[in-house]
């Protein structure tokens, strides 16, 4: 071939190359619209806490509850491309119909918006109000104000701040960034009988060690104005707000965080702290616990305040590099899909250790506090087995949303999910960073643990709630089949936008 055949061919393999690389991109840059607000969600008398067996009265207010709202929309000219709006509250779960209830409350003030795109999402505070007026027994709740008086007032409250969020948007730009703190530990102790307690006792001389894997990445989204200007921060890792306890009400180290964040960054910056997948994390080490404490009283800090430090030493780090690479034209893609996960099957041993748990308690002439809520759990148990042995709850109904955001994928899920999990959705990702939301989203029934199979092996199923609580039926509506169903169509739905 002489040497122009040679180029003329040359050129026209690259001419090809370049139009199937065009061919194959599912989504291409748009203007980003940025919106943001801040509600105060904190109750202004007595509330009833959520998060243990029984019910705390939360008189005192430690720190103000938040919920902080991310509107985002992409654009060609004036024509809509997509649009999401990002909901992270200092709740301790996004409960059964929340989610829905909220966006009917909220639709006709959005026109033009989908409300599908619309995202509720939980801290897991345990300092925060109980959302459903069942959960523990009304006369616990003494003269507090009940949940289904809290409920509606959070409804507008959270209202007010969408609205103001996706009505204030602007043309803006984002950055993306990954850093690093230590917020999150395995809370999983393991035995030599094989036997498996979350926050064991690791004094024992039959402790063996802690179960599973601790990622300390700190996935964060900075947000700015058309002057790039910071407006709005997303940070997402895996702990769950629970640095703290007691009964006050508290937003945990999220509130630490927005404060440091607040005072370096100025008051403006909407901050959203979000948790991924972390059913088997905790702020608090289950090692080293007496060093942690000793310093923290050095620094002269709580424990949530030294997890809000870390946090937010690393968002200031991050932010000041990915300060230079600041995008205003990106893709922003957002995908909502139904997806009908295998349920956990209930053996008939299971059945029967419930009903015998309901008989007991049923049979009692005091209860205790925590009775109700242990008697909820079990009769659950008892009726999931019925309807599953007639061919019914034999699929779980989640929503999940994933997103194209620029080079970051977001994805969601309903579940405390174990971190395995999501390091295999992080790990299989085409995307370059990958920001996962678990405890958000809308289910028709309690999402609870999602647990791997080397976590269900902890123990089975007994009288007692807490043997290995987190991987049995009685905290499980899905197993480790459902978990890789959601991991694979997780996935599947990134690869499909890159």
């Not at 998060?51 to 939360?58: D, K, P, Y």
């Not at 200031?316 to 995008?327: F, K, L, N, T």
């Amino acid at each position: 071939m002489n040497p122009t055949c040679r180029r003329s061919a040359v050129l026209l393999c690259y001419a090809l190359l370049a139009t199937l690389d065009l061919s194959v991109m599912p989504v291409a840059a748009a203007e980003l619209w940025v919106g943001a607000a801040t509600a105060d969600i904190t109750p202004d008398q007595p509330v009833p806490l959520t998060g243990g067996t029984s019910v705390r009265i939360g008189r005192e207010i430690q720190s103000r509850l938040t919920a902080n709202v991310l509107a985002l929309e992409s654009r060609d000219g004036q024509q809509a491309l997509d649009q999401a709006i990002l909901v992270a509250c200092d709740l301790c779960v996004i409960r059964p119909g929340i989610q829905e209830a909220f966006r009917k409350h909220v639709a006709a003030r959005l026109p033009g918006f989908d409300v599908n795109k619309l995202v509720l999402a939980a801290t897991h505070t345990h300092t925060a109000p109980v959302l459903l007026q069942d959960r523990y027994e009304e006369k616990d709740y003494e003269d507090a104000m009940q949940p289904k008086e809290y409920v509606p007032w959070l409804y507008e409250q959270m209202a007010q701040a969408v609205v103001k969020a996706w009505e204030s948007r602007q043309a803006g730009a984002v950055a993306w960034g990954l850093g690093h703190a230590v917020a999150g530990h395995n809370r999983r102790v393991v035995y030599a009988d094989g036997t498996a307690k979350m926050h064991g006792n690791t004094a024992l001389a039959e402790f063996r060690g802690i179960e599973g894997f601790e990622d300390h990445a700190v996935q964060i989204l900075c947000f700015y104005d058309s002057q790039k200007r910071l407006k709005a921060a997303a940070l997402s890792l895996a702990t769950t707000a629970q640095a703290e306890g007691g009964s006050t009400v508290n937003a945990d180290f999220w509130a630490h965080v927005r404060r440091l964040i607040h005072e370096r960054h100025g008051d403006q910056v909407c901050v959203l702290g979000f948790c991924a997948p972390a059913g088997d994390q905790t702020p608090r080490t289950q090692v080293h616990k007496k060093s942690e404490q000793r310093m923290c009283e050095l620094r002269g800090l709580t424990y949530s305040q030294e997890i809000g430090r870390r946090v937010a030493g690393t968002f200031d780090d991050v932010a000041a590099v990915i300060a230079q690479d600041i995008r205003t034209d990106v893709p922003l893609v957002h995908r909502v899909q139904t997806l009908k996960l295998p349920a956990r099957i209930v053996t008939e041993a299971e059945h029967a250790v419930a009903e015998k748990v309901c008989e007991d308690i049923d049979a009692k002439q005091t209860r205790t506090k925590s009775d109700h809520w242990t008697r909820n759990l079990y009769r659950s148990i008892a009726d999931r087995y019925e309807a599953q042995q007639k061919g019914e709850e034999t699929t779980y109904e989640m929503e999940l949303h994933v997103l194209r955001l620029g080079d970051v994928a977001i994805a969601t899920s309903p579940f405390e999910l174990f971190l395995d999990y999501g390091v295999q959705i992080d790990g299989r990702s085409p995307a370059l960073q990958t920001f996962q939301i678990q405890l958000a989203g809308a289910c028709r029934q309690h999402a609870y643990y999602l647990p791997t199979p080397r976590a269900m092996a902890g123990g089975t199923l007994d009288d007692k709630p807490f043997t290995n609580y987190s991987a049995t039926v009685m905290s499980n509506i899905v197993g480790p089949e459902g978990g890789q169903v959601l991991v694979d169509r997780t996935v599947e739905t990134i690869e499909s936008l890159w």
